[in-house]
């Protein structure tokens, strides 16, 4: 008898263990696609931004309120990133940011050259 409840012990052990380990790995899988998906967002803000700060599209009110509706998909996505948050690429992520403020004050280069 007490051969058969370790023998089931045993199997009950083997399959929580096997189980923890498929959670495991979807977890990883969805942790990466996650920070996948919030650095394709904020790339993707970061174009909204540099085209609506063209001459010929700056004050279009539908891009205004593209970027206005990418801003709130983006804060979306990183409320729900913030649970997933072990396989972020911290270097990508840091280029992006510094390109998004790039992006927010750009300096105005002259169109002509102003030489001696």
């Known amino acids: 008898m007490i051969y058969l409840l370790l023998l089931f012990s045993m199997l009950i052990n083997i399959l929580l263990g096997w189980y923890t380990t498929r959670l495991l790995r979807k977890f990883v899988f969805i942790s990466e696609n996650m920070s996948d998906l919030m650095l394709t967002v904020k790339s993707f803000r970061i174009f909204i931004k540099n085209l609506y700060s063209m001459d010929s599209y700056h004050g279009e009110p539908t891009i205004q309120e593209l970027i206005l509706r990418i801003g709130e998909v983006s804060t979306e996505i990183e409320n729900f990133r913030e649970i997933f948050e ?26 002509f050259y102003e030489g001696s």
């Open 86 to 111: 072990h396989t972020v690429d911290q270097e990508l992520e840091e280029e992006l940011d510094e390109a998004e403020e790039e992006a927010s004050s750009p300096e105005k280069e002259p169109l």
